[in-house]
């Protein structure tokens, strides 16, 4: 019996032993899961991260543009009104030493004149004093003529004197100025060339993005779909302008005759001159209206208008008259001004460099109303120029007169 309950005793412990160490196994498996599935977590969370701002980065090739252009823009401002106060500083600074030279000349005559003057005196001292020669002689008419030209003299003398006074504090104060603009100068100097290397690093930056656009294809398909998008936000954008222009149209400002939009013929106003437009720019068309496809990658874009490529700096003329609508930065147009001139006819000027217009002006036919940069441009200075006729895109070329 002893035995059997030994053999029985034995068996209970292995047993227990058994139990015991099975759940601190599946304990241990149960952690190991959790802090697998912790790190899978975090990796995806990563993993999610990545791909938001992978997103984000592809979904703004045409906002790193603007950004980039819109700092250079700023910074080329800048270095403009530093270079304008350095030219005002070297006027200032050239005035100044006109005056200098000036005044140092009528100094000059003036120190020659004391000194004679003094020379005199002296000769006057050592023989006596100016005394002995008003007393001499025994006429006192004489005497009377003597005391009076002393007198004009000693008032010239000191009028002399207050003169070279006068020009030595001119002097001083001319020359306290200059300094002052002198190191003024250096300063802008300074900044001017820290703000132009500034602007030297947002072109650089414009350029790398350029270029990626143009050698990399998936650069190149974001940057369509992007520039796709921004068309269509441009039409509608418009479309809301002509309905806020058809209820402004139904009570026009006072002195302002403006032609109705709505059902008139298209052979009226600027649709009389199809074929007869002056051209906004001279310059080569380089892309033209409709159906564009790329040389390279192959894909198919519409444009709405025609690039034509000039100079930078070139002047903007309004092709009819009418009054501007709107002047502003549009994503993907850049600097962009369209023109409402009635019966449902508009023209778009874009990637212009600065505006010379503002929203409400009325304009004339060939008036100035900006110049051309490549704000928006992908290719560089051109001005991209849209016709629209009751929102509806037309060819310019077939409105623009014929090339001599």
């Known amino acids: 019996m002893r035995r059997q309950g030994l053999v029985a005793l034995l068996v209970l412990l292995v047993l227990g032993s058994a139990a015991w160490a099975q759940p601190r196994k599946d304990g241990a498996e149960l952690g190991d899961k959790e802090r697998t599935l912790q790190q899978t977590r975090r990796q995806l969370r990563e993993e999610r991260a990545k791909a938001v701002a992978a997103r984000n980065r592809e979904a703004s090739l045409l906002a790193e543009l603007e950004e980039t252009e819109k700092r250079l823009a700023a910074k080329r401002r800048q270095v403009a009104a530093l270079d304008a106060r350095i030219r005002r500083a070297q006027s200032d600074i050239a005035t100044l030493q006109a005056d200098i030279g000036r005044l140092e000349t009528q100094r000059g005559g003036q120190e020659e004149a004391l000194a004679r003057r003094l020379r005199v005196m002296y000769q006057l001292e050592a023989q006596g004093g100016v005394l002995p020669l008003v007393l001499s002689g025994a006429d006192p008419v004489a005497q009377a003529v003597r005391l009076r030209h002393l007198t004009t003299l000693a008032t010239v003398d000191a009028r002399t004197i207050r003169e070279y006074r006068v020009n030595?504090?001119?002097?001083?104060?001319?020359?306290?100025?200059?300094?002052?603009?002198?190191?003024?100068?250096?300063?802008?100097?300074?900044?001017?060339?820290?703000?132009?290397?500034e602007a030297d690093r947002e072109a650089a930056k414009r350029r790398v993005l350029l270029a990626k656009v143009k050698d990399e294809r998936a650069y190149h398909d974001r940057m369509v779909l992007e520039l796709s998008e921004a068309t269509r936000r441009l039409e509608a954008f418009i479309r809301d302008l002509q309905a806020k222009q058809r209820r402004v149209a139904r009570t026009p400002p006072a002195g302002r005759a403006r032609p109705a939009p709505g059902d008139i013929g298209p052979?009226?106003?600027?649709?009389?001159?199809?074929?007869?437009?002056?051209?906004?720019?001279?310059?080569?068309?380089?892309?033209?209206?409709?159906?564009?496809?790329?040389?390279?990658?192959?894909?198919?874009?519409?444009?709405?208008?025609?690039?034509?490529?000039?100079?930078?700096?070139?002047?903007?003329?309004?092709?009819?008259?009418?009054?501007?609508?709107?002047?502003?930065w549009f994503r993907g147009y850049g600097n962009l001004i369209i023109v409402d001139h009635g019966h449902d006819y508009y023209t778009?000027?874009?990637?212009?460099?600065?505006?010379?217009?503002?929203?409400?002006?009325?304009?004339?036919?060939?008036?100035?109303?900006?110049?051309?940069?490549?704000?928006?441009?992908l290719q560089g200075p051109r001005l991209y120029f849209e016709v629209r006729h009751q929102g509806k895109p037309q060819d310019p070329e077939q409105w623009l007169r014929p090339r001599g």
Request: glycine share 14%.
């Open 168 to 197: 030595s504090e001119g002097l001083e104060e001319r020359r306290v100025k200059i300094e002052a603009r002198r190191k003024e100068l250096s300063a802008l100097r300074t900044e001017a060339d820290r703000e132009r290397v």
């Open 267 to 328: 052979s009226v106003g600027l649709g009389a001159l199809r074929g007869r437009l002056t051209w906004p720019a001279e310059g080569k068309v380089v892309a033209e209206f409709g159906t564009q496809v790329h040389p390279r990658f192959g894909t198919k874009t519409f444009r709405n208008g025609i690039d034509i490529e000039v100079a930078e700096g070139t002047n903007i003329v309004v092709v009819y008259p009418g009054y501007v609508m709107y002047t502003g």
């Open 348 to 377: 778009l000027y874009a990637h212009a460099a600065d505006i010379r217009v503002a929203e409400g002006d009325d304009v004339k036919q060939g008036q100035i109303i900006g110049t051309v940069g490549d704000t928006g441009s």
